[in-house]
T-cell receptor, first 112, second 114 residues
Framework: DQQVKQNSPSLSVQEGRISILNCDYT??????FLWYKKYPAEGPTFLIS?????DKNEDGRFTVFLNKSAKHLSLHIVPSQPGDSAVYFC???????????FGKGTRLSVIA | NAGVMQNPRHLVRRRGQEARLRCSPM?????VYWYRQLPEEGLKFMVY????????ESGMPKERFSAEFPKEGPSILRIQQVVRGDSAAYFC????????????FGPGTRLTVT
């Protein structure tokens, strides 16, 4: 039973355009959401996070939006760059010292 | 300031052998998490440890798997009598504390069981 779902296994975007990666969750206890980026043969790298008390968090080219009523979050990257090509994982956690629950990832390819 | 270190990066074991995976957290971090990634899957939580204590092992298989984080030295994930299904990438993450601190990941150990 997947609590965090990334329904698009892959996404291709042209350089300079916006990349939108989506994530849905089923566990209403989740109160903190994170995006990680992963290159081949490397560990995931933390990108951006959002608490459930917010609906938007922005950091440079990266913005995460949270829609609690729809149990949906999205990561926007604008403008997209070839170096953004990687697998992006959405993760969530319940309050307290709880482990992260990951989605299966979306492979983003930014084409020059 | 070194990040999370894992070794070995690649490990090949025959069925029935033991695998030992090591994780040195970032300096100052006392919380360690182990995750496993199977091909085409996301990362799945295995175990959460603080120094000398297992806090949550709900993701750990009941048999053959164990983990420790001693007072001195790295955290160790041990898999006894490995089987082909144990072949995966094993990632360790560390954090300064629990919520809301971020978890920082090591490069992973890719275990292949032949």
């Amino acid at each position: 039973d997947q609590q965090v779902k990334q329904n698009s296994p892959s996404l291709s975007v042209q350089e300079g355009r916006i990349s939108i990666l989506n994530c849905d969750y089923t566990n209403s206890m989740f109160d903190y959401f994170l995006w990680y980026k992963k290159y081949p043969a490397e560990g995931p790298t933390f990108l951006i996070s959002i608490s459930s008390i917010k609906d938007k968090n922005e950091d440079g080219r990266f913005t995460v939006f949270l829609n609690k009523s729809a149990k949906h979050l999205s990561l926007h990257i604008v403008p997209s760059q070839p170096g953004d090509s990687a697998v992006y994982f959405c993760a969530a956690r319940e309050p307290g010292n709880t482990p992260l629950v990951f989605g299966k990832g979306t492979r983003l390819s930014v084409i020059a | 300031n070194a990040g999370v270190m894992q070794n070995p990066r690649h490990l090949v074991r025959r069925r029935g052998q033991e695998a030992r995976l090591r994780c040195s957290p970032m300096k100052g971090h006392s919380h360690v998490y182990w995750y496993r990634q199977l091909p085409e899957e996301g990362l799945k939580f295995m175990v959460y440890l603080q120094k000398e204590n297992i806090i949550d092992e709900s993701g750990m298989p009941k048999e053959r798997f164990s983990a420790e984080f001693p007072k001195e030295g790295p955290s160790i994930l041990r898999i006894q009598q490995v089987v082909r299904g144990d072949s995966a990438a094993y990632f360790c993450a560390s954090s300064l504390g629990g919520t809301p601190y971020e978890q920082y990941f090591g490069p992973g150990t890719r275990l292949t069981v032949t």
